[in-house]
């Protein structure tokens, strides 16, 4: 449905998006991570037509966004990091004039129009005027918007920012609900948004895709090692050496002492499940066994193993030569 | 045509939602008016003095001595009001980012500027619509010619469409409005003024600075003249003012 090849952009001298590709499947909610200023909104923009890339191409639903503009932005909804607001016109207005320029039939705008303040709940400011509604409100008139026209492809950029909680949720509601009759490239910074609403990750930095996964399996594969945690009191004893003799235990690491209780880190190697052994060894030895629980890489220190300089993990791909 | 209307509507609107409408509207009938009680005046001295031997003219006729030069005396008008008027269309869309809406919205540009500038020129036309009273007054009170009235409102029309295009342009180069507004009241001057200086030069000079001045192509309009060579000339000036800010936008897309 949207297909990306090679996609370079320069600003000047500035590389801002440098050899991105990636598909995105029909019915599908990618989601788009990566830290500020790594060229997500400059990806959107050339996908959305509203600038030419540099190097490379961008097809949206079967379109050349730069050969056949008119046609993929007639199947393309917008919602930009600053929701495209006139202050002086009321919601509905602006909604009005958008279903004209987006050229939706004449009959069915008014249809239209109420339905998507319906379903981004915005009906109660019908009439205000955009200028005076808060920054929730705005954003949610920005996603109405985008879904105007009920086009194929959705590209929201941060669609939650600026929301408080229950709407962060009722807007990942609604774009979880949406997917499947539209394909969706949301945009953030925030991973458990990702994780929640996305079939599948890209995650960029500095302007290069640096991974592109399911959630599950770059969680899964980014970890080397299996890690435990695993709470004693031993009375004193030294649980770390017994702990070691384990086997398959690689390493084991003291995390926390609270008052005779210490907490190891216990690696292992990758799909090795110790934990029986763990608690055998410990148990025998006529400690207490406090807690037992597998520590889980999360998808924060994922993406900060990818998009900083010294990567951990050795699976992960070079994380940085943003060189030309 | 209808995303061209709709871009015009769009507009049109958000003038009358700010004050600018109001402001330029009312600022133009205030000076219209000063000019017209002025050449008014002006006009009732020189019917008195007529045809007497008091150092009067021949004859008096009030096409010649009054209308006319009041609608070359709009031009003062519309040097300190369009610029106000255009400043805002792109500027403003570029820095509250709307421009991002319309860019991506299944529009071409040569669409985008076209409603600009017809939501534009509606707004002028609406200003030039207060003058028809005073004009009407003259109608009532005298009888005057009525096609060199015609003549002079589309004279005054395709001028005030000369300025808006140029306008528009200027403002697509810029995102702020003040130096958007500075520019095009100082090319707008110089439009005015590019021939002052056309007497100390050679005739091709001469010829050729006359030709430039957008005023000076509104006199024969003024005087109840349809000449070829000036709707040539504001015609090709709207169409090109607008080529150009459409490349203005185009490239801008371009640069990022």
């Given amino acids: 449905m949207i297909e990306v090849q090679n996609l370079t952009k320069r600003y000047g001298p500035f590389t801002a998006v440098s050899d991105v590709s990636f598909r995105v499947e029909r019915g599908e909610i990618l989601g788009f991570l990566g830290p500020n200023g790594a060229g997500k909104t400059t990806t959107m923009r050339v996908l959305t037509g509203y600038m030419p890339p540099s190097e490379g191409k961008a097809v949206v639903a079967g379109y050349d966004v730069f050969e056949q503009p008119l046609e993929a932005k007639r199947r393309t909804g917008y919602l930009p990091e600053t929701p495209p ?33 319906e379903r981004t709940r915005i009906a109660d400011v019908a009439d205000r005027h955009c200028g005076k509604l808060s920054k929730g409100y705005r954003q949610r008139v920005g996603l109405a918007q985008a879904l105007l026209h009920n086009p194929e492809v959705l590209i929201l950029d941060e669609p939650t920012a600026g929301l408080d909680p229950k709407q962060i949720i009722e807007t990942r509601q609604l774009i979880k609900q949406l997917a499947g009759d539209h394909t969706i490239i949301l945009s953030t910074h925030i991973l458990p948004e990702v994780s929640q609403t996305c079939q599948r990750v890209v995650i960029i930095n500095k302007g290069r895709v640096v991974a592109v996964d399911t959630p599950d399996n770059l969680t899964s594969k980014l970890r080397g090692s299996e890690t435990m945690y695993v709470q004693v009191d031993a009375a004193g004893a030294d649980a770390k050496s017994a702990l070691e003799t384990v086997a398959g235990v690689t390493r084991v690491i003291a995390a926390d002492t609270r008052g005779g209780v210490t907490g190891y880190e216990v690696e292992s190697g990758s799909g090795e499940d110790v934990r029986r052994q763990l608690a055998a060894a410990v148990v025998q030895r006529g400690w207490g066994l406090l807690e037992l629980r597998p520590l889980r890489m ?3 220190e994922i993406f900060l193993s990818l998009t900083t300089e010294e ?14 | 045509m209808s995303n061209i209307l709709a871009i015009a509507h769009k507009e049109l609107k958000s003038y009358f939602a700010s004050p600018i409408a109001y402001v330029v509207i009312g600022f133009a009938a205030i000076l219209f008016g000063w000019f017209f009680i002025n050449l008014l005046y002006y ?17 008096v006729n009030v096409n010649e001595m009054l209308i006319s030069p009041l609608f070359l005396n709009v031009s003062v008008i519309l040097l ?26 299944p529009l071409t540009d040569v669409q985008i500027v076209v409603g600009k500038f017809l939501g534009a020129l509606v707004l002028y036309a609406a200003m030039m619509g207060v003058t028809v009273v005073h004009i009407g007054f003259l109608f009532a009170f005298g009888n005057p010619e009525w096609q060199p009235v015609l003549t ?19 403002s697509s180069l810029t995102r702020n409005q003040i130096i958007a507004g500075m520019i095009t009241f100082a090319v707008f001057l110089m439009f005015w003024v590019i021939n002052w200086i056309a007497t100390f030069t050679g005739p091709t000079t001469q010829a050729v600075l006359n030709y430039l001045s957008i005023t000076e192509h509104l006199n024969d309009f003024a005087r109840g003249v349809i ?4 709707l040539v000339y504001y015609v090709s ?15 801008e897309r371009w640069r990022g």
């Fill in chain 2, 237 to 251: 000036f709207i169409a090109f003012s607008l080529f150009l800010t459409v490349r203005a936008v185009d490239s």
């Fill in chain 2, 80 to 105: 300190f009001t369009l610029p106000l008027v255009t400043m805002r269309t792109y500027s403003e869309e570029k820095r509250s980012g709307t421009i991002e809406l319309l860019l991506t919205a």
């Fill in chain 1, 311 to 324: 990567s951990p993990a050795e699976t992960a791909p070079p994380a940085e030569t943003a060189h030309e």
């Fill in chain 2, 152 to 170: 002079g409102y589309l004279g005054l029309l395709l001028m005030g469409g000369c300025f808006l295009s140029l306008g528009l342009f200027v």
């Fill in chain 1, 298 to 300: 999360s998808l924060e």
């Fill in chain 2, 43 to 59: 006009f009732d001295r020189m019917s008195l003095q007529a045809g007497g031997g008091f150092g009067g003219p021949e004859t």
């Fill in chain 2, 227 to 230: 000449d070829t060579k000036h």
């Fill in chain 1, 85 to 117: 607001l006139y202050p002086e016109m009321s919601v509905r207005d602006y909604l009005t004039f958008v279903s004209k320029i987006k050229g939706v039939p004449r009959g069915e705008r008014k249809s239209r129009v109420e339905s998507s303040m």
